[in-house]
């Protein structure tokens, strides 16, 4: 069964970190793009970081650039988010998300709609 589980969420404080992970199972994840989004009640999922092919590098929304990392790991089906300089506009569910189609477009890293599969989620909150 195709299945992502992310974790490490939590409380953080301005200026702090987080690494979420993302364990996918049920698949190979060599030839899946993958992304991670966040959503925030009453608004749509923004895009936050994509790697849509191995040929392409990686994508982050403005507010994120030179503060939040993605990563995979293939040989043990983990996708990864590191999160640096944390702020409270950062707080939100984060969800990560792959697709089995691949594209050079990143403009694609911010349509949800691209991605067919998704995590739960997890919790991410920027508070002093």
């Known amino acids: 069964q195709l299945q992502l589980v992310e974790s490490g969420g939590g409380l953080v404080q301005p200026g702090g970190s987080l690494n979420l992970s993302c364990a996918v199972s049920?698949?190979?994840?060599?030839?899946?793009?993958i992304g991670w989004f966040r959503q925030v009640p009453g608004r749509g999922r923004e895009g936050v970081s994509c790697?849509?092919?191995?040929?392409?590098?990686?994508w982050y929304t403005d507010s994120v650039k030179g503060r939040f990392t993605i990563a995979r790991d293939n040989a043990k089906k983990m996708i990864y988010l590191h999160m640096t300089n944390l702020k409270p506009e950062d707080t939100a569910v984060y969800y990560c998300?792959?697709?089995?189609?691949?594209?050079?477009?990143?403009?694609?890293?911010?349509?949800?709609?691209?991605?067919?599969?998704w995590g739960q989620g997890t919790q991410v909150t920027v508070s002093s």
């Open positions: 049920g698949f190979t994840l060599d030839f899946y793009g």
């Open positions: 998300a792959i697709s089995s189609r691949t594209s050079t477009d990143q403009g694609l890293c911010n349509q949800p709609g691209w991605f067919g599969r």
């Open positions: 790697i849509l092919d191995s040929d392409t590098g990686p």
